[in-house]
């Protein structure tokens, strides 16, 4: 059944204030979120933090099977954190290496994971080494099939990169990792919310994801999944009292699952708000979503490859809702601010944070679209670039 677009838009309030094309960047909440938020921050100015958390713990709980229920897996394999970055540090900096030891990643890969990988690369002598594209730039599995041996200890890979409009084959990384033994970390930061997930298909042994993106939930919200096999063998980077018990002076226990990646303190509304958002995207279901966005970053694709002083620049064989455009002679940063004048939200990925893609060479205009834009708002900016 095709998504109800008219509903959709109904449900957020956005909408009728801006053509919102920085969806990867940070999506409009369903009003129903930002109630759910609200509401819970009332109730804690009423009641009391603890005391409204203690009220509220089912809503909490939900979020987890929401979240489960999202990525296929079981509530004790989730931990909810502030970020996806923060969840993906966890997962990563709670393995070990040694020198020799090789990681393989992705000419994809997120500034902040780079850099994760390039500290620990050099504290600990590992090596980071970065997949070849296939012809459409997206991972190529021939590369890493041949790479994959016994010295590769991790293999940490962007679902969907936050500069170009493709998708990795993360099944078929996930495939060859499996028969090798190696560990496979998944950064789903930008396909959560977009794109049908399910770990136990996608084959990853991690996956991290933000709340604010695709998922429309509150910002300050993330989580990391982490396969029962895996998470009880893995210390974490840093213990508190919720992830980690004090059984004695000079003794403690990590908790089990994923909860020892976790904090004690959260933004509760935060939580109970991405709940809220993983229910609604649910609701809709990820193949509605990911049809309705595939075929409207397709239009806008289209409609601007029609335009002589534009130049598209998404690769990849299979698309998605992100797009990327240079318009000619003018600063990618100007034309997302002029286009920011005429009530049109799109942003800017930058050459120096895409540092492992030889493809990435100048910033470009990114707009990045949901299952609520319209054909009427891509016209919008199409007659808003400069000409
Ligand atoms: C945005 C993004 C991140 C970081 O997410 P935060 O919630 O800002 O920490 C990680 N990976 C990719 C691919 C992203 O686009």
New binding site residues.
């Given amino acids: 059944m095709p998504l109800d677009v008219d509903r959709a838009r109904r449900e957020t309030s956005g909408c009728r204030e801006v053509a919102h094309l920085n969806n ?1 960047g940070a999506a409009l909440p369903p009003d129903a979120v930002t109630e759910a938020v609200i509401d819970h921050l009332r109730l804690e100015a009423r009641i009391g933090g603890y005391e409204a958390a203690a009220q509220a713990a089912e809503a909490t709980a939900h979020t987890y099977s929401a979240v489960a229920e999202l990525l296929g897996c079981a509530d004790t394999e989730v931990a909810l954190v502030e ?4 969840a ?1 540090d966890m997962a990563f900096y709670s393995l070990s290496f040694s020198p020799g030891d090789r990681i393989l990643t992705s000419t994809a890969e ?1 500034a ?2 780079a850099l994760a990988l390039l500290q620990v690369a050099q504290r600990t002598g590992a090596r980071i080494e970065v997949l070849a594209d296939d012809e459409h730039g997206q991972v190529d599995l021939t590369d890493l099939a041949e790479r994959l041996d016994s010295t590769v200890k991790l293999v940490a890979v ?1 679902h ?3 500069h170009g409009g493709l998708v990795n084959p993360a099944e078929g990384i996930g495939t060859l990792t499996r028969a090798a033994g190696v560990p496979f970390l998944l ?1 789903a ?2 396909s959560a919310g977009q794109l049908p997930l399910d770990v136990r298909t996608l084959g990853c042994d991690m996956l991290s994801a ?1 709340g ?2 695709f998922l429309r939930g509150p910002r300050g919200t ?1 989580f990391l999944y982490v396969a029962e096999s895996l998470a009880d063998r893995l210390q974490p980077p840093f213990l508190d009292l919720h992830s980690a018990s004090w059984t004695g002076p000079d003794t403690f226990t990590v908790a089990p699952g994923a909860r020892r990646f976790e904090t004690w303190e959260g933004n509760v509304a935060g939580k109970i708000g991405l709940g809220v958002a993983v229910d609604h995207a649910l609701q809709w279901g990820l193949p509605a979503i990911a049809e309705r966005i595939t075929t409207v970053a397709a239009t806008l694709r289209e409609r601007l490859r029609e335009l002589p002083h534009v130049q598209v620049h998404d690769r990849g064989e299979r698309l998605c809702g992100i797009v990327t455009f240079s318009v000619h002679d003018a600063a990618s940063a100007d034309v997302s601010a002029q286009l920011r004048r005429a009530g049109i939200n799109t942003s800017v990925t930058t050459a120096a944070n895409s540092r492992f893609d030889p493809h990435a060479q100048q910033d470009l205009v990114r707009a990045s679209v949901h299952y609520y834009n319209t054909t009427d708002e891509i016209d919008q900016l199409c007659a808003a670039l400069p000409r």
């Fill in positions: 990867a970020n996806a970055t923060r993906w997120y902040s994971n962007t969907v990169p936050t950064d930061c930008q933000t604010r993106k993330g």
